[in-house]
């Protein structure tokens, strides 16, 4: 079993649609969360950072952490054709040096 | 330019050979990370540099890995003996002492071995 699952997709959703993506993680030690873009042959690029449980808005883009449950979710509101691209959810135990792990991605795809 | 540069961009080499991949992190930034990606894959820990020496080298697959970054700014990923298995897209990332959550990744360097 991976440390982080993530379901690949892809998702295709209409333009202006909620889209919501998530990830399960099995290590009770991550306390950092992280979530990516990575748009086909770029780096990925870091969009939202959350620690521990909790939620974070910027923008269209709100991320919840339940640790509880070891359950991370991205929300993008209004989906733009623009935001399509492969979200990658990253975590972390260390706060100083972080050595991050990652999931598969999720492949998104927002139709105009 | 400001961001994380790599190259060369696309590596291609036969199965065997030696090759090395450049990273230049983002002036000031003291830790620099290696990862791969494969197809498919999210991008997997290779080695962590803090400074000049190697934190944190425990996601090299192997002896014929190995990195290095003299003076603290550059990094070189050096793979001998490559083998098919080693095809991958390798992402360099550099961040801040202060900020070190906030990874800046490069746009890989793209290896393909026959």
């Known amino acids: 079993q991976k440390e982080v699952e993530q379901d690949p997709g892809p998702l295709s959703v209409p333009e202006g649609a909620i889209v919501s993506l998530n990830c399960t993680y099995s290590?009770?030690?991550?306390?950092?969360f992280m979530w990516y873009r990575q748009y086909s042959r770029k780096g990925p690029e870091l969009l939202m950072y959350?620690?521990?449980?909790g939620n974070k808005e910027d923008g269209r883009f709100t991320a919840q952490v339940d640790k509880s449950s070891k359950y991370i979710s991205l929300f993008i509101r209004d989906s733009q054709p623009s935001d399509s691209a492969t979200y990658l959810c990253?975590?972390?135990?260390?706060?100083?040096?972080?050595?991050?792990?990652f999931g598969i991605g999720t492949k998104l795809q927002v139709i105009p | 330019g400001a961001g994380v540069s790599q190259t060369p961009s696309n590596k291609v080499t036969e199965k065997g050979k030696y090759v090395e991949l450049r990273c230049d992190p983002i002036?000031?930034?003291?830790?620099l990370y290696w990862y791969r990606q494969s197809l498919g894959q999210g991008p997997e820990f290779l080695i962590y540099?803090?400074?000049?020496?190697?934190?944190?080298d425990s996601g090299l697959p192997n002896d014929r890995f190995f990195a290095v970054r003299p003076e603290g700014s550059v990094s070189t990923l050096k793979i001998q003996r490559t083998e098919r298995g080693d095809s991958a897209v390798y992402l360099c990332?550099?961040?801040?002492?202060?900020?070190?959550?906030?990874?800046?990744f490069g746009p890989g360097t793209r290896l393909t071995v026959t």
């Open positions: 990332a550099s961040s801040s002492r202060d900020r070190p959550y906030e990874q800046y």
């Open positions: 290590n009770s030690a991550f306390q950092y």
């Open positions: 959350t620690y521990s449980s």
């Open positions: 990253a975590m972390s135990s260390s706060g100083g040096y972080q050595k991050v792990t």
């Open positions: 002036s000031g930034h003291t830790a």
């Open positions: 540099f803090q400074g000049t020496g190697a934190a944190d």
